[in-house]
Antibody
Framework: EVQLVESGGVVVQPGGSLRLSCAASGFSFDDYAIHWVRQAPGKGLEWVSLISRDGESTYYADSVKGRFTISRDNSKNSLYLQMNSLRTEDTAFYYC??????????????WGQGTLVTVSS | EIVMTQSPGTLSVSPGERATLSCRAS??????LAWYQQKRGQAPRLLIY???TRATGIPARFSGSGSGTEFTLTISSLQSEDFAVYYCQQYNNWPPLTFGGGAKVQIK
């Protein structure tokens, strides 16, 4: 069974930093690209970032480019999102989501349950 | 950036009735479109990909159609567990991958 479990969401002040993690199991983690998708409370879904299976290619939404960094450790079946210079508008549930492909983005066939990041003073 | 527009925003349907949700893309996305279901307090779940292919374990009452800029998700006979929010998402031109604003299916 495919499982994705996010962690690391907390309350952080504007301008602060945070690192989210996603632990994967039930599939060959290093065979697939993985995404971060976020959802502000009561709002719609917003794609944040994608990393290829080998970590060599990364992509970002304009809203987070230059502030967030996606990475992965295939030896630990883990995905990360380093979030710097956080803004109140970054407040959201952050989901890791598996792509059915290896290097390019498509749809999201499995999702974690999400972790809540709250940016507030 | 491709903008995805869903309509209606809210659909009120009685159990057993058919529900039809629309999704329009600001430019052609070919058949590179997915649909997701999200229940309150849960993560989204993939229903349909490639515009019309049901994901693993999705009941046959869910069907998708369309190509280019106009897409439809049909739920043939609504069950109680189908009352949720539905999102479309394009993956033809990216980054960014983009979602529609969502459509809520509620009990009439």
């Amino acid at each position: 069974e495919v499982q994705l479990v996010e962690s690391g969401g907390v309350v952080v002040q504007p301008g602060g930093s945070l690192r989210l993690s996603c632990a994967a199991s039930g599939f060959s983690f290093d065979d697939y690209a993985i995404h971060w998708v976020r959802q502000a409370p009561g709002k719609g879904l917003e794609w944040v970032s994608l990393i290829s299976r080998d970590g060599e290619s990364t992509y970002y939404a304009d809203s987070v480019k230059g502030r967030f960094t996606i990475s992965r450790d295939n030896s630990k079946n883990s995905l990360y999102l380093q979030m710097n210079s956080l803004r109140t508008e970054d407040t959201a549930f952050y989901y890791c989501a598996k792509d059915p492909g290896r290097y390019t983005g498509s749809y999201f066939d499995y999702w974690g349950q999400g972790t809540l990041v709250t940016v507030s003073s | 950036e491709i903008v995805m527009t869903q309509s209606p925003g809210t659909l009120s349907v009685s159990p057993g009735e058919r529900a039809t949700l629309s999704c329009r893309a600001s430019q052609s996305v070919s058949s590179n479109l997915a649909w997701y279901q999200q229940k309150r307090g849960q993560a989204p779940r993939l229903l349909i990909y490639d515009a019309s292919t049901r994901a693993t374990g999705i009941p046959a009452r869910f069907s998708g159609s369309g190509s280019g800029t106009e897409f439809t998700l049909t739920i043939s006979s609504l069950q109680s567990e189908d009352f949720a929010v539905y999102y479309c998402q394009q993956y033809n031109n990216w980054p960014p991958l983009t979602f529609g604003g969502g459509a809520k299916v509620q009990i009439k």
